[in-house]
């Protein structure tokens, strides 16, 4: 049966890879995105490729902005029956500069090094707000069409971050343990109208936002990247094609009985413990 699926941060690599995947089993998409023409690109790919789709943009961090999205959304597709809530990312200014502290970077005095001490409460302000508001305020105003529904379903996006903290990104790494724990506090308090709520956990996939992090101008690792391989077991960066079985299951009536959980997806990497 056709549903209404909305998606935030949809114009990026991951979000817009499901966006077309939920296309082809027949749902009308509303592809919502903080940058109009990329929700847009999205939306009409979707089109050409047979779908129903529409492109709003959308600031997650603006109550005003969601409810118009909302509005339009109802008036061209319907009533919202699976929220994905896939906007989130990282900002420099809440990482360090290196893996660990050691004394002499207490003097240090290069430009735009950033020592623990030097995380600048703005920059981890703006991550946690959007990663875990830009999850709960859309979530406030999409559900209220699910509640007493059949079928309907909240998806979040988590991160391996949320079981273990990489090096250098405490904000990140924080706001999305916030986002698991948000996903099963929401699984239980929407357990009685109908709704369900899990999330899913990347592992490492290259994006617009890390691929310069992970590999060079020539496509080769950087050392950071080369880490993140050896401690993957599977030896590989996911694709984005990689999270759509498990969206599909946890978005589908098989998974009627699932709620709550946040499964990784990261070719084995949350199970290696390194030797």
Known sequence: MSKVVVLTGAGGVLCSTLAHALSKQGHKIAVL???KEAADKVAQEIKAAGGIAIGIKANVLEKTSLVAAKNEVNNKLGSCDILINGAGG???????SNTHLLEEDLKNTTEGFKTFFDLDPSGIEFVFNLNFIGTLLPTQIFAKDMVGKKGCSILNISSMNAFTPLTKIPAYSGAKAAVSNFTQWLAVH???VGIRVNALAPGFFLT???RTL????DESLTQRGQQIIDQTPMGRYGNPEDLISTTLYLCDEAS???????IPID???SAYSGV
């Open 33 to 35: 995105d903080l940058k």
């Open 90 to 96: 990282n900002h420099p200014l809440g990482t360090t």
């Open 190 to 192: 929407f357990s009685k």
């Open 208 to 210: 617009d936002q890390n």
């Open 214 to 217: 992970l590999t060079n101008e």
């Open 256 to 262: 009627s009985f699932v709620t709550g959980v946040v």
């Open 267 to 269: 070719g084995g990497f």
